[in-house]
C-alpha cells in the first residue's frame, strides 16, 4: 500500500474513533431521552459502528471496508446535520433528537465525521493496485499490507 493510501486509511481511522469516543463520552448524559430506544442507545450504537468501520479498515483495507466507513461517517454527519437544523420529531422508536445548539463535542465530532467521510470516499475511488498472486490470479493487494 502506498503512503497516500497508508494516510487516508489512517486519517479516515482517526476520524471514526474520535467519532467513537465522543458518542460514548455523551452517552452517558443521554440516559433516558426517548421511549423505546434512548439517544444514549442510539449513540452506543453509532460508537460501535465506527468502531467496527475503523477495525476493519485497518485489518483488511480494501473498497469495501472504505464504503463501509464511508456509509458509517456519512450516515453520522447527516444525522448531526439533519438533527441540528431541523425538528424532525420522533420518528416510531427514534426520539426527538432536535438539538439547534453547537458545542465543542458536536462540533469536534462533525469535523471528524466530515473528514472521515471525505477520505473513505477517496479510498473508494482509488482503489487498491492489482498484483497476481502465485497462481497467476490478480487479488486486490490491500490484504497483504496493512498500515
Known sequence: MD?????????????????????????????????????????????GM???????LLVRPNRLTAGLAALVAGGGTFALLLYYFVDVGAIGPIPNMHEPVMYSDKL???????????TALALV???????????????????????
Open 3 to 47: 503512503l497516500l493510501r497508508k494516510t487516508l486509511v489512517g486519517v479516515t481511522v482517526v476520524g471514526l474513533a474520535i467519532d467513537a469516543y465522543v458518542h460514548v463520552k455523551l452517552a452517558g448524559d443521554l440516559e433516558g431521552v426517548g421511549a423505546t430506544l434512548s439517544e444514549a442507545d442510539l449513540f452506543r450504537v453509532e460508537s
Open 108 to 118: 469536534l465530532t462533525l469535523i471528524a465525521q466530515g473528514v472521515a467521510t471525505v
Open 125 to 147: 475511488v482509488l482503489g487498491w493496485p492489482q498484483e497476481a498472486n502465485t497462481d497467476g490470479q490478480v487479488n486486490e493487494s490491500s490484504s497483504v499490507n496493512v498500515l
Open 50 to 56: 465506527a468502531i467496527v468501520a475503523a477495525v476493519l
